[in-house]
T-cell receptor, first 113, second 111 residues
Framework: GENVEQHPSTLSVQEGDSAVIKCTYS??????FPWYKQELGKGPQLIID?????GEKKDQRIAVTLNKTAKHFSLHITETQPEDSAVYFC????????????FGGGTRLMVKP | DAGITQSPRYKITETGRQVTLMCHQT?????MFWYRQDLGHGLRLIYY???????DKGEVPDGYVVSRSKTENFPLTLESATRSQTSVYFC??????????FGPGTRLTVL
């Protein structure tokens, strides 16, 4: 089945700096890659996603890039703000499980004011 | 627009008891999912359902039972709770299975 690795597990940046979180996946048939933000005590919230026919997608301060050949994708947050502090999860579809998602282990992002 | 709700939000029970966690969505999404979230394991899929009366196992289904008689509801039952089932449980729904929207979670403690 699909295996998704996420790095780093924790990331601390200064307010205004950029943050990058990277994920690798194992199943070359995977074709959908979402990113979720989870604040303390809440459920994961979908913040951006990308499909395998696109290399990059942007939404204001966040962007996701996908390299299908290398089987990795990354989340980029620019001009970080304290409210960006949360746990971020990447995920990929599981080609052998009816297109279900497999999640990475999560990255705790801390933005210092 | 209520979206997706879970109840109860917090539950404490004892080993061996039966517990049912409820999930309700108002979007008429075909797909619904149950995940558990534990430190060091991220989110792991327990069961999912592609439509009413259709359910399938995920990565960690042992000790859990699901049913889906109506599109909007997807209850998760622990028939005989064990301490290893202490976790935070999230329900999610989706139109097509990939873009998933999560509920607020239920924190379950089994003593």
């Amino acid at each position: 089945g699909e295996n998704v690795e996420q790095h780093p597990s924790t990331l601390s940046v200064q307010e205004g700096d950029s943050a990058v979180i990277k994920c690798t996946y194992s199943d070359s048939a995977s074709n959908y890659f979402p990113w979720y933000k989870q604040e303390l005590g809440k459920g994961p919230q979908l913040i951006i996603d990308i499909r395998s026919n696109v290399g990059e997608k942007k939404d204001q301060r966040i962007a996701v890039t996908l390299n299908k050949t290398a089987k990795h994708f990354s989340l980029h947050i620019t001009e970080t703000q304290p409210e960006d502090s949360a746990v971020y999860f990447c995920a990929a579809t599981s080609g052998d499980a009816g297109n279900m998602l497999t999640f990475g282990g999560g990255t705790r992002l801390m933005v210092k004011p | 627009d209520a979206g997706i709700t879970q109840s109860p939000r917090y539950k404490i029970t004892e080993t061996g008891r039966q517990v049912t966690l409820m999930c309700h969505q108002t979007w008429s999404h075909s797909y619904m999912f149950w995940y558990r979230q534990d430190l060091g394991h991220g989110l792991r899929l327990i069961y999912y359902s592609a439509a009413a009366d259709i359910t399938d196992k995920g990565e960690v289904p042992d000790g859990y039972v699901v049913s889906r008689s109506k599109t909007e509801n997807f209850p998760l039952t622990l028939e005989s709770a064990t301490r290893s089932q202490t976790s935070v449980y999230f329900c999610a729904s989706s139109v097509s299975g990939d873009e998933q929207f999560f509920g607020p979670g239920t924190r379950l403690t089994v003593l």
